[in-house]
């Protein structure tokens, strides 16, 4: 499957959200799909997951599941707004927790996924946060990345209903400050996973 790749750079999310679903509707009729790699203005999301004492003011509610979580500077998001390579909901979970390892791994993590297909774990904390919407076998939404990212955002929710203290990013995890164009070289490198049917998992 041919996917352009494309880096947006930072934007506010309200916006995009709005281009994300005009895109998936397109590629449902047949348009090319494409990945997304974008860092947001800082927002708060929720997914369908969420309790509705949760839903304050400020947050947006999506069509994802999962529960709240945070975008901000420093996080890459990436949205595969693309036909799943196979018509298996449960493949297409593993292939972004694959994906979300192997930029672990690209920085030389032991990275693993968590065992309810939320996330991606290094050292026992959250560095990923997965959370996606599937209609007629096309996805929307993604995977967040957190490469250097601010933690205070944290502590003011539970993402993805957890203590906010799980939380961490690429840079804590390696020992090392990780800038965001070394994690778009690492995602791009891993896209395949997320296209290809034959690509192990």
């Known amino acids: 499957m041919a996917v352009e790749i494309e880096n947006l750079g930072q934007k506010p999310y309200e916006p995009l959200l709005i281009q994300m679903r005009e895109l998936h509707e397109a590629v449902q009729r047949g348009a090319d799909g494409r990945i997304w790699l974008v860092e947001h203005d800082p927002v708060y999301t929720a997914g369908r997951a969420t309790p509705p004492e949760e839903l304050t003011e400020g947050i947006v509610p999506i069509e994802r599941g999962g529960k709240i979580t945070y975008h901000g500077p420093g996080q890459l998001t990436v949205y595969p707004i693309v036909p799943l390579p196979k018509r298996d909901l449960r493949d297409w ?8 390892v192997r930029i672990g791994n690209g920085f030389g ?8 297909g ?3 774990f290094a050292n026992g904390r ?6 996606v919407h599937v209609k007629r076998w096309v996805n929307m939404h993604g995977i967040g990345i957190n490469v250097s990212v601010d933690s205070a955002p944290w502590q003011r929710v539970r993402p993805c209903g957890l203590s906010p203290d799980i939380m961490t990013d690429l840079s804590t995890a390696v020992g090392r400050p990780i800038a965001m164009q070394e994690a778009i070289d690492v995602a791009t490198a891993a896209v395949s996973v997320l296209l290809d049917a034959n690509d192990p998992l």
Request: proline share 4%; hydrophobic share 50%; net charge neutral.
């Open 118 to 120: 939320t996330g991606v």
């Open 109 to 116: 993590l032991a990275a693993e996924p968590s065992v309810d």
């Open 126 to 131: 959250k560095f990923a946060s997965i959370g």
């Open 93 to 100: 979970l593993k292939r972004i927790e694959a994906f979300g």
